[in-house]
């Protein structure tokens, strides 16, 4: 997320510090001992659209699941989609780019739902919670969710959901940090508030576990390249240039930044 250092003022109190995290120190440590109630997590999010417009996914897309669109591509395009987290709707546009027409958008933040509707997103847009969607039973053939089940403070309940909606033989793709790998990031990079805005960081072995336990099979899908918003953490342009020629789809799965997943819901689980 930020990384440069700069003088700024915490999303949640407004007090001033130096650093490159969203919160200052004290509102840090406050969320790391106590749970923050989804209102302040909706202002959260909110408030760095605010002051962070150049970051937010909402005004831009940084950070695409490149493996997935693969998947998505060799779907037909009749499948009913719903996205989770879906900001400011690049990711719809994208899909409506490809061909597929039954799309529906979920976010949180009432600012991204303005984003989406400004940039006219061929989709419906809802304004709700990942962990209680409403939608009936049964509803969409594919859900998919970038950057948004680390962010959920409830995995189980987010999954149960998921897996209520979905249909039979449905599927769910996500894209989200590979938990070891961006805990130390942050550490090294000092983002000690990264407990607030990924309360729900997975390893892959820890997402096959949860996947496995709401009934659905998981495959892990190579990620082409790496993504702007993964070259923008490279800290020199020699670097950042050697890392665009870098492989990342041969590295083993525990390596790669990101994980792309495809869980597919089990036939009578
Ligand atoms: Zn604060």
Redesign the pocket.
């Known amino acids: 997320m930020v990384v440069e250092r700069s003088h700024r003022e ?1 999303v ?2 407004g ?1 001033c510090f130096t650093g490159r995290s969203f ?2 120190r ?2 840090s440590a406050r969320y790391r001992r106590e749970r923050p109630s989804r209102q302040l997590r909706r202002r959260f999010y909110e408030g760095v659209d605010r002051l962070y417009p150049g970051w937010a996914n909402t005004y831009g897309s940084y950070n695409p699941p490149l493996g997935l669109l693969r998947v998505l591509d060799r779907l037909p395009r009749t499948v009913r989609i719903l996205e989770l987290g879906c900001g400011g709707g690049a990711l719809l546009r994208e899909l409506a780019a490809r061909g597929f027409f039954e799309l529906v958008g979920l976010d949180l933040a009432r600012t991204a739902l303005v984003e989406a509707r400004q940039r006219q997103t061929p989709a419906s847009l809802v304004l709700a919670e990942a962990e209680r969607l409403p939608f009936h039973d049964r509803s969409f053939d594919i859900v998919l969710a970038a950057d948004l089940i680390e962010h959920v403070d409830d995995v189980d309940e987010h999954l149960a959901e998921v897996a209520r909606v979905l249909r039979e033989g449905g599927q769910y793709l996500v894209k989200t940090p590979n938990r070891p790998l961006a805990e130390a990031y942050y550490r090294l990079v000092g983002l000690d508030d990264y407990p607030f805005w990924h309360p729900s960081l997975l390893s892959p072995g820890e997402l096959r576990a949860v996947f496995a336990r709401h009934g659905f099979t998981a495959c892990f899908v190579a990620q082409p390249g790496l993504t702007p918003a993964q070259l923008r953490k490279i800290p020199s342009r020699l670097l950042r240039r050697l890392a665009q020629t870098l492989p990342v789809s041969c590295l083993p799965v525990w390596l790669r930044p990101h994980l792309e997943v495809v869980a597919v819901l089990r036939v009578g689980r």
Do not use: R, T, V
Request: with cysteine.
């Open positions: 915490c949640l109190c007090a919160l200052c004290s509102c």
